[in-house]
């Protein structure tokens, strides 16, 4: 049996569409509205293709199956190098790592918002703010917490009661500090990254 090679473009939109798609031409075809533009969305996958179903493709069925898995789990792996986000299209992983293979080029995994923000010369400036954003939000969430500290100190209350408190605020807060902290240093190393990049052009 003949594998189908896959083909790679990107579209206006910086989507990945593979060329040899069984619904290729519907993909590049304008849509209407925004109802059908989510439908296309949806469709923009190896699970689609009847090259997958019959499993004719240089991606085994199996193998495309355990992309699609990891790729929900949200592995690290299979996120925006710039933003840590899970990349939602097959395609965009697909095409890194038939790009891995057959050509040996390594190319970073990138969200198409992301994509369209590099293209613009916009990410720079934007993930600055984010960065800003979000050290705003730790050290307001921090001041927040030394202050719940301290008001449930000064309160005349049974400890159970400071207990509950501060684990029904403090935990939520600290949680969403967490997560922040995550993000900026997602977004700083997405920087580094973007600047190595412009360094070597």
Do not use: W
């Not at 004719?56 to 789990?73: G, N």
């Not at 954003?133 to 917490?145: A, N, R």
Request: charge should be positive.
């Amino acid at each position: 049996m003949v594998l189908i090679q896959p083909e790679f473009e990107i579209d206006g939109k910086n989507r990945v569409l593979c060329k040899y798609h069984s619904h290729y031409f519907e993909f590049i075809t304008p849509t209407l509205d925004y109802f059908e533009e989510i439908y296309l969305d949806s469709k923009l996958t190896c699970l689609t293709c009847d090259h997958y179903q019959n499993d004719e493709c240089y991606f085994t069925r199996s193998k495309i199956d355990d992309i699609e898995k990891r790729r929900k789990k949200g592995k690290r792996q299979f996120s925006c190098v710039l933003c840590g986000q899970k990349i939602e299209r097959m395609f965009t992983i697909v095409h890194k790592l038939y790009n891995e293979q057959i050509d040996s080029v390594k190319i970073p995994l990138i969200c198409c918002d992301c994509l369209e923000m590099v293209e613009n010369h916009q990410y720079l400036n934007e993930s600055k703010k984010l960065m800003y954003l979000y050290s705003y939000v730790i050290l307001t969430l921090t001041f927040f917490i030394f202050y719940l500290i301290i008001l449930l100190n000064i309160l005349n209350l049974p400890l159970l009661v400071k207990a509950i408190a501060f684990a029904s605020f403090g935990f939520l807060e600290i949680l969403l500090i967490i997560k922040s902290l995550k993000r900026l240093i997602l977004y700083r190393r997405g920087n580094k990254i973007l600047k190595v990049y412009y360094d070597q052009k």
